[in-house]
């Protein structure tokens, strides 16, 4: 089986401060998972804000470098410091959706611009004829068309359908990767389901592999294959999806479930989350544990 994208203990650490408060910052501990080529996935990485998930994404991305380990795409290091060719070809075959459409594009540049520029480069041709015929193709596998986009725009079109613009753009040099980070949290919610739905079909479909960065366990539940859930920079429980989040074993895990809000006691006002539960969870912060195989094929971090 051919490994399309290999996480080899990864780590990332930030120094914060001057010389008389330095301090470092553990953002991303000892990450490991791989990705195959012959069967894309939507592998999913969940956890609250300052888990690390993003800083696991722009790493694999090559916006950053390990401070720890090794990632390898196709077999080649991932390697911010690597020249403009070598980068271009890496950025062809992965490629990032954003989590706010209206920051990715300028609100005084039309979208076809972004969409012309993506496909020139990668593209590596000018003529216009090949780039249309491109972008259009882009679209069209998102729902859209050129004709519905050229000359609009962002403030011209929704959140959903702007958020469908940047994945066309994705889509243009037409990669096995994406990396979608919070894509849908920005977007109304009667919208949600459309972007995570194309998610889907650029799975089944086109055969693109997707990681899905959220806090939303519900979308993870729907679409993901496999999941990780991290916790202050380490993975806490990884495996199937729906084996992991039906029934969680990680303390962290369990409290991430029980936190999503339910229709079940609505009115009564009952919003906190047990206590107990809550120390299970912060009780495992700071702490190295071990990832450990589970029969049912998850791996959960234990303590001794």
Do not use: W
Request: charged fraction near 25%.
């Amino acid at each position: 089986m051919t490994t399309l994208l290999d996480v080899q203990n990864v780590s990332k650490r930030f120094t914060m401060g001057g010389i008389f408060g330095r301090k470092t910052i553990d953002a991303v501990m000892d990450a490991s998972f791989s990705l195959s080529s012959e069967n894309p996935e939507i592998f999913t990485i969940i956890g609250e804000s300052g888990s690390g998930k993003t800083t696991l994404a722009r790493m694999i991305l090559g916006l950053e470098d390990p401070t720890e380990g090794d990632i390898l795409f196709r077999g080649e290091q991932v390697d911010r410091h690597a020249g403009r060719a070598e980068r271009l070809k890496f950025m062809s075959h992965v490629q990032p959706v954003f989590q706010n459409p209206f920051e990715a594009f300028n609100p005084l540049k039309q979208i076809e611009r972004y969409l012309e520029s993506t496909a020139r480069r990668f593209l590596d041709t000018s003529d216009k004829a090949a780039i249309d015929k491109a972008m259009d193709d882009s679209l069209q596998k998102v729902g859209l068309s050129l004709k519905e986009v050229r000359g609009r725009f962002p403030h011209e079109m929704s959140g959903g359908q702007l958020q469908r613009c940047a994945i066309a753009r994705a889509l243009i040099p037409n990669p096995p990767l994406l990396i979608a980070d919070e894509p849908v949290s920005m977007v109304d919610a009667s919208l949600r389901m459309s972007i995570v739905n194309l998610l889907k079909s650029l799975r089944d479909d086109l055969k693109v592999s997707v990681i899905y960065i959220t806090h939303d366990l519900a979308t993870a539940y729907y679409i993901s294959n496999r999941i990780i859930i991290m916790q202050r920079g380490r993975i806490v429980e990884m495996g199937d999806a729906r084996t992991v989040l039906e029934n969680p074993e990680h303390a962290y895990s369990r409290l991430l479930k029980a936190s999503v809000l339910s229709t079940d006691d609505a009115g009564a006002g009952k919003l906190g989350t047990d206590p107990t539960m809550l120390d299970q969870a912060n009780n495992s912060v700071g702490r190295a544990g071990e990832l450990v195989a589970r029969p049912d094929g998850r791996h959960v971090r234990v303590y001794a």
